[in-house]
């Protein structure tokens, strides 16, 4: 009986400091106008070096059109579940795409870098089109894109 509630004890605070260790954070971005149908977007995590540790958000549905996504993709292929994040639409011409998650703690002030790669059907695509460090400091600092994206923010 003392193993169990020991157990018990162990599991509850284990899982208290696992939901505490996460922030909810929103994620503006922000298109710029142009002539063509609605942008795939990948929004990720890589650490300092630049490699791949997570995907925060896709925005676009058919699979079909991420291998346009290359520095999402690239990353993605070498974890296990290739397409670990959260799903929603595509994201059209002068749109803005707002998603609010939660975001490890550990991912802020800690070197990770917040990174958008951007495509649209007969156009170029963007690599890396978006990247910015994920720091405290960054809090609501627009940044501007390199391709389809006018602007980014974030906010916690």
């Known amino acids: 009986m003392k193993y169990i509630a020991m157990t018990l004890c162990l599991l509850s605070g284990a899982f208290l400091t696992t939901t505490a260790s996460a922030r909810e954070v929103n994620l503006t971005t922000e298109m710029k106008n142009y002539g063509g149908d609605g942008a795939y ?17 896709v925005a676009g549905q ?15 292929r070498k974890r296990e579940s290739e397409y670990d994040g959260l799903t929603g639409a595509s994201v059209t011409s002068g749109k803005t795409l707002t998603v609010t998650l939660d975001l490890a703690d550990s991912y802020i002030d800690s070197g990770f870098q917040l990174r958008i790669d951007s495509a649209v059907e007969d156009m170029r695509d963007h690599r890396n089109d978006i990247v910015v460090p994920f720091t405290s400091e960054g809090v609501g600092q627009p940044i501007s894109g390199r391709g389809y994206v006018k602007t980014f923010t974030y906010s916690f």
């Not at 977007?41 to 925060?56: P, R």
């Not at 058919?62 to 993605?76: D, N, Q």
């Open 41 to 57: 977007l990948a929004i990720y995590l890589t650490d300092e070096k630049g490699i791949y540790q997570e995907t925060v958000w």
């Open 62 to 76: 058919k699979s079909k059109y991420y291998k346009h996504l290359s520095g999402w993709v690239r990353g993605t």
